[in-house]
Nanobody, 119 residues
Framework: QVQLVESGGGLVQAGKSLRLSCVVS??????MGWFRQAPGKEREFVAA????????YFADSVKGRFNISRDNAKNTVYLQMNSLKPEDTAVYYC??????????????WGQGTQVTVSS
């Protein structure tokens, strides 16, 4: 019922910034989250935002560097990534959250967008 299309990934140098976008189709009145998965590793939580942008929280690994926002009129959620590190290299996914905290994503995932940070 929810379709997700991520975009904005690419190859960047360490220390630079990148902004990811996620367009959500279908039901949009949910909390949203960003997740990432590096090769050979499990998918991990990155950031979450409530349905009305009142609340956000982040994984410790990105706190202070990343920010999450949304524009409900555009059905879009964003992940602003600053001071990127090589360890941030991963495929990034967005998803609606059935539970805000701890994050519980719905079972369907989009294609994701690749972020590669070179040193």
């Amino acid at each position: 019922q929810v379709q997700l299309v991520e975009s904005g990934g690419g190859l960047v140098q360490a220390g630079k910034s990148l902004r990811l976008s996620c367009v959500v189709s279908g039901r949009t009145w949910y909390s949203m989250g960003w997740f990432r998965q590096a090769p050979g590793k499990e998918r991990e939580f990155v950031a979450a935002i409530s349905s009305t942008s009142v609340s956000t929280y982040f994984a410790d690994s990105v706190k202070g560097r990343f920010n999450i926002s949304r524009d409900n009129a555009k059905n879009t959620v964003y992940l602003q990534m600053n001071s990127l590190k090589p360890e941030d290299t991963a495929v990034y996914y967005c998803n609606a959250l059935e539970r805000f905290h701890p994050p519980r994503p719905f079972g369907s995932w989009g294609q994701g967008t690749q972020v590669t940070v070179s040193s």
